[in-house]
């Protein structure tokens, strides 16, 4: 584990040069543990309902202005029937919290996506009952995305002003996706109101300690909607929501915690310019995530104000780049490596099975 205060120097380096160097480790590292190949995880956001009152997310409930939406369990088949097509294997249904998303009805589509597909399914439902997420788990669900956005639990708990322990009621669910044999992926956004450089360290040391499976790293980007307010640039030690402190948390993630699975998030895309798919998978990134919502409700998943999204039901340029770079589109599904290592360890799957894996992948 690199030092806290390494890290924290890190996080503050501006000598491009450096920064260079930081990246192509991070970049040998993505290589050497989880191989050449990039997963692409076809998003469907399917509901933009939402029960919390998230300070800095735009379909957060107290947004009025907002039109709300819920696709049809037939509008989301349609949807997903096309993956085939676009050689995904995996398909992650994403909302709000939305409390019309019920258990019975989430678990019978999980049921119909694996009855009638070969995609592997990933939920981010946001925070949701034990009993709901070990009932999806048993329906097939594998996977299931909630960040904790900041491990300081102060400055969470100030996003969330309505809630109290919100940042211990997050963790807890965390850990339920552990113990119900989730593949568990957190992540942090980067450049929050009152975030400074050794708020962010912890972060990276706190990955290290929980060991994600999968970790989404992205920018703060603030929406005219919402109350959080832009990111102030007279507080010393604000942690900037730019591109190069992103990629930094990003490829220093990465040799944290070098068998999980890192996306090169739309975030991060959002605030850059396209060849920046790149910079994110030349610097530890593994996993692209096109968003493969409908159009007609493609704009309503309003989190944040996006110029830039991969995919938008073209995969062509993100193929394109990931064949400019000498790297390939996994074939099979993609499973965390690190989620197999600790199976393997516990005894829950054959020994021998990731060196299989890390073949296929070479
Ligand atoms: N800027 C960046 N990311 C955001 N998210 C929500 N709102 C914003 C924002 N304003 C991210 C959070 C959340 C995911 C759904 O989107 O990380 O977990």
Same mark, same amino acid.
């Given at each position: 584990m690199? +030092?806290? /205060?390494?890290? !924290?120097? @890190? =996080?503050?380096? %501006?000598? +491009? #040069? $450096?920064?260079? #160097? =930081? @990246? #192509?480790?991070? /970049?040998? !590292?993505r290589r050497i543990h989880v191989g050449d190949s990039i997963h692409l995880r076809g998003i469907i956001n399917f509901s933009n309902n939402c029960v919390r009152r998230c300070t800095y997310c735009g379909i957060n409930a107290d947004n009025r202005g907002l039109r709300r939406y819920r696709m049809s369990t037939t509008e989301i088949m349609e949807c997903v029937r096309s993956f085939e097509e676009l050689s995904l294997m %995996?398909? !992650? =249904?994403q909302s709000g919290e939305d409390r019309l998303v019920t258990r019975s009805w989430v678990a019978e589509l999980v049921d119909r996506i694996r009855q009638e597909t070969g995609l592997a399914v990933t939920l981010s439902l946001g925070e949701r009952q034990e009993e709901e997420l070990s009932e999806w788990r048993a329906a097939g669900a594998e996977r299931y995305l909630l960040k904790i956005e900041t491990s300081n639990r102060l400055l969470y708990e100030s996003m969330? +002003?309505? $809630? $109290?322990?919100? @940042?211990t009621s997050r963790m807890e669910v965390l850990r339920t996706l552990r113990s119900l044999d989730y593949e568990v992926g957190t992540g942090i956004m980067v450049g929050i109101p009152g975030q400074t450089h050794e708020m962010l360290a912890d972060d990276l040391v706190h990955f290290g300690e929980f060991g994600p499976d999968m970790i989404g790293i992205g920018p703060y980007i603030p929406h005219p909607a919402t109350s959080l307010p832009s990111v102030p640039h007279d507080r010393t030690d604000q942690v900037p929501n730019d591109l190069v402190t992103t990629l930094n948390v990003l490829a220093l993630a990465r040799m944290i915690c070098p068998d999980a699975n890192i996306p090169a998030t739309t975030a991060l895309l959002s605030i850059g310019r396209r060849r920046d798919l790149k910079v994110g998978l030349s610097g530890g990134a593994n996993v692209i995530m096109p968003d493969l919502t409908p159009p007609e409700y493609r704009q309503l998943y309003d989190i944040y104000p996006t110029r830039l999204s991969p995919g938008q039901g073209d995969l062509l340029p993100i193929q394109e780049a990931i064949a400019s770079m000498g790297r390939s589109i996994s074939e099979d599904s993609g499973t965390s490596l690190h989620y197999l290592k600790c199976r393997e360890a516990e005894g829950g799957i054959p020994a021998g099975s990731i060196r299989h894996l890390q073949e296929l992948t070479e």
């Amino acid at each position: 584990m690199i +030092p806290r /205060d390494e890290i !924290v120097s @890190w =996080l503050r380096e %501006t000598d +491009p #040069s $450096r920064l260079d #160097s =930081l @990246w #192509s480790v991070a /970049d040998d !590292v993505r290589r050497i543990h989880v191989g050449d190949s990039i997963h692409l995880r076809g998003i469907i956001n399917f509901s933009n309902n939402c029960v919390r009152r998230c300070t800095y997310c735009g379909i957060n409930a107290d947004n009025r202005g907002l039109r709300r939406y819920r696709m049809s369990t037939t509008e989301i088949m349609e949807c997903v029937r096309s993956f085939e097509e676009l050689s995904l294997m %995996t398909v !992650v =249904l994403q909302s709000g919290e939305d409390r019309l998303v019920t258990r019975s009805w989430v678990a019978e589509l999980v049921d119909r996506i694996r009855q009638e597909t070969g995609l592997a399914v990933t939920l981010s439902l946001g925070e949701r009952q034990e009993e709901e997420l070990s009932e999806w788990r048993a329906a097939g669900a594998e996977r299931y995305l909630l960040k904790i956005e900041t491990s300081n639990r102060l400055l969470y708990e100030s996003m969330q +002003p309505d $809630r $109290r322990n919100a @940042w211990t009621s997050r963790m807890e669910v965390l850990r339920t996706l552990r113990s119900l044999d989730y593949e568990v992926g957190t992540g942090i956004m980067v450049g929050i109101p009152g975030q400074t450089h050794e708020m962010l360290a912890d972060d990276l040391v706190h990955f290290g300690e929980f060991g994600p499976d999968m970790i989404g790293i992205g920018p703060y980007i603030p929406h005219p909607a919402t109350s959080l307010p832009s990111v102030p640039h007279d507080r010393t030690d604000q942690v900037p929501n730019d591109l190069v402190t992103t990629l930094n948390v990003l490829a220093l993630a990465r040799m944290i915690c070098p068998d999980a699975n890192i996306p090169a998030t739309t975030a991060l895309l959002s605030i850059g310019r396209r060849r920046d798919l790149k910079v994110g998978l030349s610097g530890g990134a593994n996993v692209i995530m096109p968003d493969l919502t409908p159009p007609e409700y493609r704009q309503l998943y309003d989190i944040y104000p996006t110029r830039l999204s991969p995919g938008q039901g073209d995969l062509l340029p993100i193929q394109e780049a990931i064949a400019s770079m000498g790297r390939s589109i996994s074939e099979d599904s993609g499973t965390s490596l690190h989620y197999l290592k600790c199976r393997e360890a516990e005894g829950g799957i054959p020994a021998g099975s990731i060196r299989h894996l890390q073949e296929l992948t070479e």
